[in-house]
């Protein structure tokens, strides 16, 4: 017996009659004929006996295109990707370790996440510890670094000391370092530090425009911060030109409106630099709603008026399978005292400590086990029947776990499944526009 993949979806839009297939993320056009015949499959549920010749031939089409499969088949290709998913996130030989040097700021965001978190920076105690802790990874070969706090520009010198010592590293070779910093603190030390250990990527985030980002990220006298940054972009992308820089632009119903003109702006000062933006969306989730939040339905019509716009869109791409650092055995998330967390939010909340580089050993076995052995989603089944399956990232696993652990209400699935097909359709045909046409 054969039916239609779960992968696949027919749709139309006026006399244009299409088929996806997100197992190899792309679009098939279909005569009115042909969209109405696998229609009449996937209402059936399978494929009937009695066929045409004429039919019959297309039916082989369809199935050497993996439209119509084995309903095994469809369950094979999920495990293949459980597979390689599992792979990566039990892989040792890459360390990924994103460090939190301090947790201090000298912004203050109200809304930030760091607030109330406790002061100090990393010794050379401790800093000394990280290293060994790497040394201690017998199957790594190389390390990934990504600076974090906090503000980790605050502690230039330790991240001197460390880039420093990873550099001298045996059998271990520092191959990609980013960092996440709030730009307001590049100075000549900065850029001379990043001269000597190339940065790889610096992500920098704008709260809209200049009059709404002044009332979200200003320095502790209350003054904004919006044209330091700017000033500092424009270093960055004229002194460090190798470095990517990719800008976050927040987005919710209180702002949206702003994105544009951002985007306009960047566009206009760094044409031809390596600087990019893209929208951080700021979606409420169950439990937490507010009027400046986006809901899912606020962020499907963003996406739109910015399609309408001609502004650039991240469309879906073909599974990768990376996962994210939280749910990789040898991914580790060190604060400025060595404690050890699964996500970058945990960082400086105790309870979330799961152990430290001075001991090999975990001190919280339930929270560890909920990230590794769920948190990557490939065992909820709702996301392996899900068409949006190969091309989905299966949601955050630190809101999975809380779902999990705390009885949250994290809505975990794409906001295109969650509104009504229309959306999903209107977006996918846009992709077919962009991608095919």
Known sequence: ????????????????????????????????????????????????????????????????????????????????????????????????????????????????????????????????????????????????????????????????????????????????????????????????????????????????????????????????????????????????????????????????????EVADLLDSKFEGKNVSYYPGILIANKGCESETFFTSRDYVEFMRLLRQSGKSISYPTHHTNKGCCATGIASHVIGPRGELYRCWEHVGVPQNEIGSIFDNKITNPKLFRAFMLHGTGVDDNNCRNCLLFPICSCGCPNKRVENLLNGSKNDLCSVYKNNDEGALEDMLYEYYLQTVK
Request: charged share 25%.
């Open 1 to 260: 017996m054969f039916v239609l993949s779960r992968f696949c979806k027919v749709f139309s839009r006026g006399d244009v009659f299409l088929l996806y297939n997100s197992k190899r993320n792309n679009f098939y056009e279909l005569s009115g004929e042909a969209y109405e015949f696998i229609q009449s499959i996937q209402n059936e549920g399978s494929i009937s006996d009695s066929h045409s010749e004429d039919e019959k031939e297309f039916i082989e089409l369809l199935k050497e295109k993996e439209i119509l499969v084995n309903p095994l088949a469809d369950d094979a290709y999920v495990d293949d990707i459980v597979i390689a998913r599992n792979t990566m996130s039990y892989s040792r030989t890459n360390i990924s370790l994103t460090i939190a040097p301090t947790l201090m700021c000298n912004l203050r965001c109200p809304y930030c996440f760091e607030q109330n978190k406790p002061i100090g920076i990393m010794d050379d105690n401790t800093a000394d510890g990280v290293v060994e802790f790497i040394r201690n990874q017998d199957a790594a070969k190389t390390l990934n670094v990504t600076w974090f706090g906090g503000e980790p520009l605050i502690c230039t010198d330790r991240i001197d000391y460390l880039l420093e010592r990873f550099n001298r590293l045996e059998d271990i070779s520092l191959i990609n370092h980013s960092i996440v910093t709030n730009g307001t603190l590049i100075d000549d030390k900065v850029i001379s530090l990043f001269r000597e250990y190339p940065l790889n990527d610096m992500q920098i985030t704008l709260d809209g425009n200049e009059c709404h980002h002044n009332k979200k990220r200003f320095h502790a006298d209350g003054s904004g911060s919006f044209d330091e940054i700017m000033c500092n972009i424009e270093r960055i992308s004229t002194e460090l030109p190798e470095v990517k820089l990719s800008i976050r632009i927040n987005v919710d119903n209180s702002n949206f409106r702003d994105y544009s």
